[in-house]
Structure formats: structure tokens, C-alpha cells
């Protein structure tokens, strides 16, 4: 009927059998003319039902085949796209909410991306920093440091290196930063990852109790402490004309 939709196996069988009909329907026609070639022609006809039975078979069952290895390769191709997307999602995650400064930089040591953190750190705006390079944004005694680090980063003669870096900010003050970076050496583009931790309050505090330390309360001028340890790394490194005086000042104390 109209709305019954037959499979192709179902056609060919039906094909077969009205072929096979027709050719017996001869056999037994020539049969009846006295002609003996009807048993030839009889199994002539199921060999060539058997025949297009067989290639209809064997072409669905090819068919089939193919689509499923289709099928298969279509799924893992999308399911590596999904995987590829939710990785990068995360990384966008992790990227722009970290706390530290995160900044991607090209193997010529230009500054390809950052994050909020990074540029709120040196006052700039995102599209102010990329291209910049490191030693551009980095005091200059400490920039060339990084710059020979980071070569050999790229030589692959280390895979990361730490350093604790001064940074150039928008307004021309200095932060003090612990810097971490890593390699990351994919095939069609490597870069580097450096992860930054504004350190400038640590810095300060540390050298306020080195001062302290070594410098008098009252006066603000070296103390004991630090004539101590200095006149013993003069005479360890035994610099040439080095002479020690001392001086007694009368009535210092009031």
C-alpha cells in the first residue's frame, strides 16, 4: 500500500522471486514444446535470483558498514571537540579569575595575552600591554636577568624558572613580584606561562626590619651590627688600602 515502505532487502527478495517466476513460467512453457532446454533455463533463473539476492545483500551490508564507521568517526571527532571546548573553557576560568597575575608570552618574549589581575596590578589596560615585552615592562637590571632565564627557557635547556622581578607601573612606581615561568612546547606554536605574585608589601616590610636591624633607633646610623658585618666582608674579600679607624667622640651622649 501506499503508506507501507518496504526495506531493500524486501524489494530485492520480491525482484528475485518475480524473476524466478517468470523464468520457470518459460521452462515449462518450452517444456511443453517438446524443447529439453527448460531444466537450463529453470536453473539459469534461480542462479540469477540467488545472484541479485546476494549483491543486494552484500551492498546494504556494505553500506551499513560504512556509515557506522562513519558514524564513529563523526562521534569521537565531536567528542574531541567538546573535550577541547570544556578545556578551554576552564582555562578562560582559571585565567581571568585568578587572584595572581597570569601572562602568555610568545617564544620572541612578546606579551601575547594577560589577565584582570596582571593589569590591575601595573595599571594598565589589556590592549596597552599585549605586544609589550617583558624587558619593556620590567626594571632594567632585571630585565636583562630575565631575558638570558628565558632563553635558555626556549633552547629547552631548562623547562621553568623562578626569579623575583621589579615591574615598571603605569604611574612609574615600582611592585615588587615573585615571577614563575614555565615552557609549554606545543608543536605549530609554543609559548610561556608566567605567573605573577605582587610581593611589594613583603618587600617593604622586609627591608623596614632589615633597617631596624642594623641601623640605630635614635640616630637612624649604622649600628654595631651592620659595622660588623661589613668590615668582615672587607677584610674576607681583602680589598687593597683597607684601614679601620676608630673615634672617640667626647660628650656624645647628652
Not at 154 to 172: D, I, L
Request: glycine fraction near 8%; proline fraction near 2%; include cysteine.
Amino acid at each position: 500500500q501506499a503508506g507501507v515502505r518496504r526495506s531493500p532487502a524486501a524489494a530485492a527478495a520480491t525482484l528475485a522471486t518475480a524473476l524466478a517466476t517468470v523464468a520457470l513460467a518459460a521452462a515449462a512453457f518450452e517444456r511443453a514444446g517438446g524443447n529439453p532446454s527448460w531444466a537450463l533455463l529453470a536453473i539459469g533463473a534461480v542462479v540469477a535470483a540467488a545472484a541479485a539476492v546476494a549483491i543486494v545483500m552484500l551492498a546494504r551490508l556494505f553500506g551499513a558498514s560504512l556509515r557506522s564507521i562513519s558514524l564513529r568517526s563523526e562521534s569521537e571527532r565531536l567528542r574531541s571537540e567538546v573535550a577541547l571546548a570544556r578545556a578551554e573553557a576552564r582555562f578562560r576560568t582559571v585565567f581571568e579569575g585568578a587572584p595572581l597575575g597570569i601572562v602568555v608570552i610568545d617564544v620572541d618574549g612578546t606579551l601575547r595575552e594577560s589577565n584582570a589581575a596582571f593589569d590591575a596590578m601595573l595599571g594598565y589596560e589589556r590592549r596597552e600591554l599585549t605586544g609589550k615585552t617583558m624587558k619593556e615592562l620590567c626594571e632594567e637590571a632585571d630585565g636583562e636577568r630575565a631575558l638570558e632565564a628565558f632563553g635558555a627557557l626556549v633552547r629547552g635547556e631548562v623547562s621553568s624558572f623562578e626569579h623575583e622581578m621589579r615591574y615598571k607601573r603605569k604611574n612609574g612606581s615600582t611592585m615588587w613580584a615573585d615571577v614563575s615561568v614555565t615552557y609549554v612546547p606545543e608543536d605549530d606554536e609554543p609559548f610561556a606561562i608566567a605567573v605573577i605574585d605582587d610581593v611589594s608589601d613583603r618587600i617593604v616590610i622586609r627591608d623596614r626590619l632589615i633597617h631596624e636591624a642594623t641601623h640605630d633607633a635614635l640616630t637612624g646610623l649604622p649600628n654595631r651590627g651592620l659595622f660588623s658585618a661589613q668590615l668582615g666582608y672587607a677584610l674576607r674579600s681583602r680589598q687593597a688600602g683597607l684601614a679601620v679607624a676608630f673615634v672617640d667622640l667626647d660628650h656624645f651622649k647628652v
